[in-house]
């Protein structure tokens, strides 16, 4: 859920990576059964105690039940003698006689009678470990069905159809018992190989994906590792699919657990990570997008200073008159006139961060930070850093500056730089403006959240502590230091430092939003607690989305998804433009009980709230994962299911850190897989409703 809540109660659309998403995946987030798979047990054939019932050889499979019995040695003599002369005609006169019928029956007798002498010496050669012999006489059986097929490819009648379907079957259980001799011969190629050739002739064999599986796996070949796993995954719900459409549970478990497709996931996120990183590096610091409006003033109000900055923004003036005093400066005054040349550079320069600062008590934040980013280029002389006199030309430029307004500038550069998600420039506009203002508290906790950002947590404690030493009822300080306690899991210090902030400025809201989501994270869930908090911070002020988004939260922790939803309605109504509520309403729909007798929760409603959630704010990572998750479960077919990809691929342009990089590039790799694994099985979809 959104704002930090961290309940305990389990969501249908919490798939998971074992989940592909389809029906089957919601009876299993919320099954109590184990998630290991169980391998199907077959009739052993030949000898004990192998990899497990995969890997064992089937060779007497190969034989049809129907064939009939063996010949005694006596009658198997009389068949191969030639007859004699006195026989000729009568021999003769029986052979003219046959229908074609006959005679495909007794090629095929005479055929399945060789493969019972393979399948014997097989078993043989098997059982003394010599593989590669074993597989020889799969190979030698084999070539005497692909003679037999010679014969009859081009022949129409019913017999010689039901005789090449036989075959067929026999090929495929010859193909898959030598596939299992070359992969204990340590043979992968060969037997992947035929793996893939018993697969060409039936998509859904398991035995031959499991090998596959596991050589693909110890090739390091971790991708198509993964697509044979969903194919699994994918055969066994296919198979349940009349109990999954009833809401009963499947028989049997999954045939592969979810800690084979965690691990398989973690090896290819680096090289999927990788590629979007270097598609966010791509991009110049100036094209990367900012949060939303919503969140940019929510984390601004987090600062003790918002109202100061807020009230002189308010009063300094209009956009209008800094622009017309913008237009009213010089142009192109030569660097060879220094005094006037960093005169107007240092005017133009605080003009622009007055007027970035009216932009930003706007909330026209995206024109904000474009005069901010050119103020800073301005003061820092980009354009003349090849130059002989850049260096004195940059001191002046400082030097002319209001050293308040100098300050204020690297401050909002450091912030822009934060949005934007450029930690490096940003601590360094923040470190260059606390050498000018040492006893600046909000700096040392702005400096700590970047420190947060990149994961500094034991830096980010210091800036901290050095902040409360000075002033230790800094408000800012106590409450961005609670969330770091929460990242660290020491949610009782998160509790002290909040209701510290409490005592200190009862009229904290945020302080006591905070503190409603620690008690709801207590080891011993402190409900009342919390709905305590949220209720005083209602009374500040009633109509805040914050407030009704938390309370929705506190309703979903219990269970309670109707009042829930209600709640996060009302979020929505005080502030259009909070994404949060959308994304919990979402998950309120598709965990309230289904109306009208249907086994579904009402997944298109859900994914409209979410789509909004997006628009809302595009950077909204939670809304790709769980739309992500619906959409492919909704999927009609397979190019509806590919949306899905590029869904997660506009997602990732989105991405500031590290984790909801990985978060995104964790469910495209499994939606790609299944995919594929939906293409190999020959599935026109993934939806299993």
């Not at 044979?228 to 109990?243: I, P, S």
């Not at 309670?560 to 994304?583: H, L, Q, R």
């Amino acid at each position: 859920m959104g704002s930090n809540s961290n309940h305990h109660q389990t969501t249908y659309i919490v798939i998971g990576l074992a989940a592909i998403a389809t029906a089957a995946a919601l009876w299993y987030a919320t099954s109590t059964s184990s998630s290991e798979g169980r391998r199907n047990k077959s009739s052993k054939s030949v000898s004990q105690a192998k990899k497990g019932d995969d890997d064992k050889s089937n060779v007497a499979a190969t034989t049809p039940r129907s064939r009939s019995s063996a010949p005694t040695d006596a009658a198997a003599a009389a068949a191969s003698s030639p007859p004699s002369s006195s026989d000729a005609a009568t021999v003769a006169t029986t052979i003219s006689t046959k229908s074609p019928s006959s005679t495909y029956d007794d090629d095929d007798k005479a055929l399945h009678r060789r493969i019972e002498e393979i399948d014997r010496a097989g078993k043989a050669l098997f059982k003394d470990k010599k593989f590669m012999e074993a597989a020889e006489t799969f190979t030698e059986a084999l070539d005497l069905i692909q003679e037999k097929r010679g014969i009859i490819v081009n022949d129409s009648n019913d017999s010689s159809k039901s005789s090449s379907s036989s075959l067929t079957r026999q090929v495929i259980t010859l193909m898959n018992n030598r596939s299992a001799m070359y992969e204990k011969a340590n043979q992968p190629d060969l037997a992947l190989s035929d793996c893939d050739a018993v697969l060409s002739l039936d998509p859904t064999h398991s035995k031959a994906r499991t090998r596959r599986l596991r050589i693909l796996e110890s090739q390091s070949r971790h991708a198509e590792a993964l697509v044979e796993v969903c194919a699994l995954q994918l055969k066994f719900m296919n198979d349940n699919r009349d109990k999954l459409r009833l809401g009963l549970p499947p028989t049997g478990h999954p045939p592969v657990s979810q800690s084979k497709i965690e691990e398989l996931v973690t090896f290819i996120q680096p090289e999927e990570m990788k590629r979007a990183e270097e598609m966010m590096s791509s991009k110049s610091i100036q094209e990367r997008a900012l949060p939303s409006v919503y969140t940019i003033t929510q984390l601004l109000k987090s600062f003790s200073g918002y109202n100061k900055w807020m009230g002189e923004a308010a009063k300094g003036g209009t956009v209008g008159k800094f622009t017309s005093q913008l237009e009213d400066l010089l142009d192109h005054v030569p660097r060879s006139s220094t005094v006037a040349f960093v005169d107007n550079v240092a005017t133009k320069a605080t003009l622009l961060l007055q007027r970035g600062r009216r932009y930003a008590f706007e909330k026209e934040f995206n024109k904000a930070v474009k005069d901010f980013d050119e103020a800073f280029a301005l003061v820092e002389d980009v354009t003349g850093k090849d130059e002989e006199n850049h260096n004195e030309i940059k001191a002046g430029i400082r030097q002319a500056m209001d050293m308040e307004d100098y300050a204020r500038l690297l401050e909002w550069s450091g912030m822009c730089n934060h949005l934007r998600y450029e930690l490096k420039v940003a601590l360094e506009c923040y470190e260059r403006c606390s050498e000018l203002e040492p006893e600046n508290t909000e700096l040392l906790v702005k400096r700590a959240g970047v420190k947060m950002d990149g994961w500094q947590h034991d830096d980010a404690d210091t800036l901290f502590s050095e902040a409360l030493a000075i002033n230790p009822t800094a408000s800012d300080a106590l409450l961005h230091r609670a969330n770091l306690r929460m990242l660290q899991q020491r949610v009782s210090d998160s509790q002290t430092d909040l209701e510290t902030c409490i005592r200190l400025y009862p009229n904290n809201m945020l302080a006591r939003l905070r503190l409603a989501t620690v008690y709801m994270a207590m080891a011993k869930e402190d409900m009342d607690g919390a709905k305590r908090m949220l209720d005083q911070a209602e009374e500040y002020d009633p109509d805040s989305s914050e407030v009704h988004c938390y309370r929705g939260e506190l309703h979903f922790a219990r269970g309670e998804f109707v009042d829930a939803m209600g709640d996060f309605e009302k979020a929505m109504e005080c502030d259009p433009y909070n994404p949060t509520p959308y994304v919990n309403a979402a998950l309120a729909v598709v965990n309230t009980p289904p109306a009208n007798g249907s086994m579904v929760p009402d997944f298109p409603k859900a994914i409209k709230l979410l789509e909004k959630a997006i628009e809302v704010d595009p950077m909204m990572h939670g809304a790709y994962v769980q739309l992500g998750q619906m959409k492919l479960s909704m999927a009609t077919n397979l190019t509806k299911a590919k949306e899905v990809v590029e869904l997660y691929d506009r997602g990732l342009e989105y991405c500031r850190t590290p984790e909801e990089i990985k978060d995104i590039c964790s469910m495209r790799i499994l939606t790609v897989a299944q995919i594929d694994a939906a293409h190999a099985l020959q599935m026109e979809t993934l939806n299993m409703q």
